[in-house]
């Protein structure tokens, strides 16, 4: 009997190993489908920067999203492989989707075994397995961003649903919501806030005295949510106090209630992007209808799994993760609907957490349910169908950066440093591998200035001999070649391309240059 389980762990263990290396190399080939932009290739240059000297990112001006402890780790892990490359950005990418798929298999197998357990992975990895080309590959595959939030919070659930011990659970909890929200604020109102609120009610309805309801673990764990904020902004604040990066304040305020239903509209089509019902247009058509029919068939179902666990939320009959998730999927969704966040698809990765937490949810309250053999067949159809989607579909692979032809046009003519729209920036830098330096500006009145966004102050330094200046026709809140005139005259050469163009100098633009931030 001993040697037959040792066997059969065995054989799950290797296959759950090639599948994970499968997953990979699937999702980096999604990953490819789109080119890098200024953002990824940001956070690429600030991790070597990072683990080449400057460990405290001192002189930089983050976005508000920082990544310090989580993607900028990662990337810079990578990195010693690859160097801050658009390889290394894409390799990022589909590890984190990697990593979020098998947490969400885990957590939604709770400590179910057996068939039981088989079932609620099933159900789960459907859900997860084939992101929609396009929008959705942009929004799941592409540099950092809330997507990979995902992953602490998964963590975080996982610690509360597994561990044992009640004394070290809240002290994991907390230290791994305050590393997610460290990085990223979102995991504060997707991880902090619904802990704290489920769990403070249900501290709340315990039976007993107020004495036994403090030393529960649900006031506790509502206590380790509030040390986790506390403790990220402390990280933030400290950081900063010994000469470490700045990161400027994110930009949420209330929307005017009159919008609420137009943002609510296009939240529901982020909805789509994520859970892949939204059709792009990539694929043959049957083949694309048939694949959004199989996601639709995930959402419901992920839609019905979320409804059950809210109304036994409400009656206090629900389990605590199954809580939590629920909770934080309506703090993303309702967040995203009355803020004053940029409101389009591209807005989809603010609520990308709510993709694995609800194939979570759908595995855990809809696989115990398939019992009856024809659910199971169905299940398995499911899956069969995707797996094959995955394998055979090859998605066209997209240029390695955002204007990669001003790229190439400004390195074949060993142009070496220069100025750019932030879109024409750092990408450009990343993707020459250093050979080509662009500092981001943007716009302001006749001029363009240092953009404090993603820049160090030293690359406004006039020790570097800055030639040229790129912009984007079509983006003139990052500058216009008119405000270059009247700042630097009529340029040497023009080079116009498209949506792009290329200004070069025979002086250096950053002598006399406004300061940097």
Known sequence: MLKTRLSTGLLTGIGIAVATVGLFFAYLRMAYAFPINSDGASNALQAWDMFHGNPLLTGWTLSDVAFY?????????????????????????????????????????????????????????????????????????????????????????????????????PVVVALLLAWGAWGDPLVTFVGAVPLALVC???????????????????????????????LSHAATWGLKAIGGYHTPKPPIELSPWDEWFGRAHMTAR???????????????????????????????????????????????????????????????????????????????REISPVLPMAAVLAGRIVGPRLTVRWRQGV????????????????????????????????AERNLTYGLGGYWVSNNITVTTHRKVTVAPVIGDVDRVIPMCWQSKTSMYDVSHDARFIVFEKDRPFYGTPAQAVKMWGAPKQRFDTGRYAVMVYDRNLLDGFPPPC
């Not at 299940?379 to 001003?406: D, F």
């Open 270 to 348: 982020m909805l789509g992007v994520l859970f892949g019902t939204h059709r792009p247009g990539w694929q043959s058509k049957w083949i694309q209808q048939g694949v959004s029919y199989l996601h639709l068939i995930g959402f419901l179902v992920a839609l019905v799994a979320v409804v059950i666990v809210i109304v036994r939320t409400l009656r206090g009959t629900a389990d605590r993760v199954d809580s939590i998730m629920a909770v934080a999927i309506c703090c993303d969704i309702g967040a995203e609907i009355v803020s004053t966040l940029p409101v389009d698809l591209m807005a989809a």
């Open 69 to 169: 402890p989580t993607e900028l780790i990662q990337y810079a892990m990578i990195q010693v492989f690859t160097g801050p490359t658009v390889d290394q950005i894409h390799i990022a990418a589909a590890i984190t989707y990697t990593m979020i798929v098998l947490l969400s298999a885990v957590l939604a197998k709770g400590r179910a075994t057996g068939l039981q357990a088989w079932l609620r992975v099933g159900v789960t990895v459907a859900i997860l397995l084939v992101p929609v080309p396009g929008t959705g590959y942009q929004t799941l595959l592409s540099s950092p961003n809330h997507t990979g939030s995902a992953v602490p919070l998964l963590l975080a659930w996982g610690a509360i649903d597994r561990m044992r011990d009640t004394k070290a659970k």
């Open 379 to 410: 299940l398995v159809a499911v899956l069969a169908l995707l797996t094959l989607n995955l394998v055979a579909y090859a998605p066209p692979r997209a240029e390695p950066s955002e204007g990669q032809v001003v790229a190439d046009w400004l």
């Open 200 to 230: 403070l009610v249900r501290a709340w309805r315990l039976p007993g005295s107020w004495r036994d309801r403090l030393l529960g673990t649900d006031f506790q764990l509502a206590v380790a949510a509030g040390v986790s904020v506390v």
